[in-house]
């Protein structure tokens, strides 16, 4: 499919297209709890992204999931290029911990499919048979990190992914060092839907039109706005922070400014209509453009952060070979 195609399938047609591919990753797992209260594809025109990372002897990893993805495949390929990258870095002198966080927050009590409860409520995720909830990153080991990271995922996720309001549960990065930079790394083919109202959950509900999916897409004035997630995360220092996406960007605008992304006309008319954003490419998943994830990047990189976005909806190559580990690589 040509997302530039007027002729294409709608939104009715494309969203429950992206439920039914959606599928289950990784082995059960239990959580610790939480506290309550560049350019990778070589198709940026822009050419690799600064060096503005702030240099530290540590690096913090916090990894975002939605456990939905097409048959594991997708999310597997991710967290092992990630878990590379990583590696890469401590050959290059860095001590890097990793940790993983799930973006299912459950349906507010509602009776939904695959929603139990709050879900995993924010906790980052840790799992007797695969590991403690912050994995240290060793050289020669990121085939046993991405394995690690792969087992802690359940195999079932709650069908709205809540990455804002599980970050919310944090007024500071959870499980970070003193003196450490911290990556948020968001990886998933969907976007934010983060609700202010319980309500919006309950499908029973005529108060908000469409389900699951298509209810984030037609609901956008419903959806916790990114100055309000800021607020809940006033300590989480942007100067000290490096914020990865890899997922629902065109593979044209991949590696390209937070602004550039959210002003380009095409990528506005696709997530307004909840169309597929990678077109229907061979070897992606479907995924929803992530207007909001970019959104919060956009807020956060205003504030001193440091942003790199890039496409998932092309396969890994060598040429992407160490792009984030020189992206989060200290320069002279």
């Known amino acids: 499919m040509d997302p530039a195609d007027p002729g294409r399938t709608g939104l009715r047609a494309t969203l429950p297209q992206l439920l039914l591919l959606l599928a289950f990753a990784g082995c059960?797992?239990?959580?610790?709890?939480?506290?309550?209260?560049?350019?990778?594809?070589?198709?940026?025109?822009?050419?690799?992204?600064?060096?503005?990372?702030?240099?530290?002897?540590?690096?913090?990893?916090?990894?975002?999931?939605?456990?939905?993805?097409?048959?594991?495949?997708?999310?597997?390929?991710?967290?092992?290029?990630?878990?590379?990258?990583?590696?890469?870095?401590?050959?290059?002198?860095?001590?890097?911990?990793?940790?993983?966080?799930?973006?299912?927050?459950?349906?507010?009590?509602?009776?939904?499919?695959?929603?139990?409860?709050?879900?995993?409520?924010?906790?980052?995720?840790?799992?007797?048979?695969?590991?403690?909830?912050?994995?240290?990153?060793?050289?020669?080991?990121?085939?046993?990190?991405a394995n690690q990271l792969l087992c802690l995922l359940d195999g079932q996720s709650c069908p709205f992914f809540r990455p804002f309001d599980a970050l919310a549960k944090y007024s500071s990065p959870p499980a970070t060092r003193p003196g450490s930079r911290v990556l948020l790394?968001?990886?998933?083919?969907?976007?934010?839907?983060?609700?202010?109202?319980?309500?919006?959950?309950?499908?029973?509900?005529?108060?908000?039109?469409?389900?699951?999916?298509?209810?984030c897409v037609l609901n956008p004035d419903a959806l916790r706005t990114i100055e309000n997630v800021r607020s809940s995360m006033d300590g989480w220092a942007a100067t000290q922070l490096a914020v990865l996406l890899r997922g629902g960007i065109p593979p044209e605008l991949s590696g390209n400014s937070s602004d550039a992304i959210l002003s380009d006309d095409e990528f506005q008319r696709v997530a307004a209509a909840g169309e597929d954003i990678c077109g229907g490419r061979m070897g992606s998943p479907p995924m929803v453009a992530a207007q909001r994830l970019v959104g919060l990047s956009s807020s956060l990189e205003a504030d001193g952060a440091s942003v790199l976005l890039q496409s998932g909806c092309v396969a890994i190559t060598r040429a992407d070979d160490d792009t984030i580990a020189d992206w989060l690589s200290c320069r002279d």
Do not use: N
């Open 185 to 215: 790394a968001f990886l998933t083919p969907t976007d934010d839907c983060s609700a202010s109202s319980p309500a919006f959950y309950d499908l029973a509900s005529d108060e908000f039109e469409g389900s699951t999916l298509e209810r």
């Open 28 to 145: 059960g797992s239990t959580h610790e709890g939480a506290r309550d209260g560049a350019v990778d594809q070589g198709e940026s025109a822009d050419g690799a992204p600064d060096a503005s990372v702030p240099c530290a002897d540590q690096l913090d990893v916090l990894v975002v999931v939605h456990d939905r993805t097409s048959s594991g495949f997708w999310l597997t390929s991710q967290l092992e290029f990630l878990s590379r990258e990583l590696e890469t870095l401590v050959t290059r002198g860095l001590d890097v911990r990793v940790s993983l966080m799930s973006g299912d927050m459950g349906a507010a009590g509602h009776d939904i499919p695959d929603c139990s409860g709050s879900g995993d409520d924010g906790a980052l995720l840790a799992d007797d048979g695969c590991g403690e909830a912050t994995l240290q990153v060793e050289p020669g080991g990121a085939e046993s990190t």
